[in-house]
T-cell receptor
């Protein structure tokens, strides 16, 4: 039962352009969403989060959008930089799932110079 | 305090042996989590502590797995009678208590069972 799904295993963009990573979830009890970035041989690093009472959160080049009715969120990176190349994980938690995070499968982003 | 620390970084063991991993969380964090990640998948929740109390365990945590956090600081994860299917990256994370707090992950311990 994959409650958080990232349907694109990989994404390739040119440096300076926008990267859009997508995530869908099925559990309507999820109320807090996070994006993590992971480089090879390292643990995931927290990037940005959003609560279900908002539909947008922005931090520098990173913006997360939440569409509760569609159970969809997306991460926008603009402008994309080669150093952004990593695996991006979407994660969610909610009242019924306690403190545990449920992760998607990840999307490998490659930013080409 | 430079973050969540996990030891060892890599462990190769023979099938049937026991292994133990250690996690040192960020010092002021009272919550500690263990996750497991296999190739091509996101991290999967195993168990979670608040201080020294183990509050939640996943069904993924079979009887061969045990975790402790004896003094509410560092934690250990032991796998008894390892199987090849236990090969994975074991990730530890810690966080403050609260609804909108993010978890900070360590670099993980990569286990290979041969």
């Amino acid at each position: 039962d994959q409650q958080v799904k990232q349907n694109s295993p990989s994404l390739s963009v040119q440096e300076g352009r926008i990267s859009i990573l997508n995530c869908d979830y099925t559990n309507s009890m999820f109320d807090y969403f996070l994006w993590y970035k992971k480089y090879p041989a390292e643990g995931p690093t927290f990037l940005i989060s959003i609560s279900s009472i908002k539909d947008k959160n922005e931090d520098g080049r990173f913006t997360v959008f939440l569409n509760k009715s569609a159970k969809h969120l997306s991460l926008h990176i603009v402008p994309s930089q080669p150093g952004d190349s990593a695996v991006y994980f979407c994660a969610a938690r909610g009242e019924t799932s306690g403190s545990r995070l449920t992760f998607g499968e990840g999307t490998q982003l490659t930013v080409n110079p | 305090d430079t973050g969540v620390s996990q030891n060892p970084r890599h462990k190769i063991t023979k099938r049937g042996q026991n292994v133990t991993f250690r996690c040192d969380p960020i010092s002021e964090h009272n919550r500690l989590y263990w996750y497991r990640q296999t190739l091509g998948q996101g991290p999967e929740f195993l168990t979670y502590f608040q201080n020294e109390a183990q509050l939640e365990k996943s069904r993924l945590l079979s009887d061969r797995f045990s975790a402790e956090r004896p003094k509410g600081s560092f934690s250990t994860l032991e796998i008894q009678r390892t199987e090849q299917g236990d090969s994975a990256m074991y990730l530890c994370a810690s966080s403050l208590e609260g609804w909108s707090t993010e978890a900070f992950f360590g670099q993980g311990t990569r286990l290979t069972v041969v």
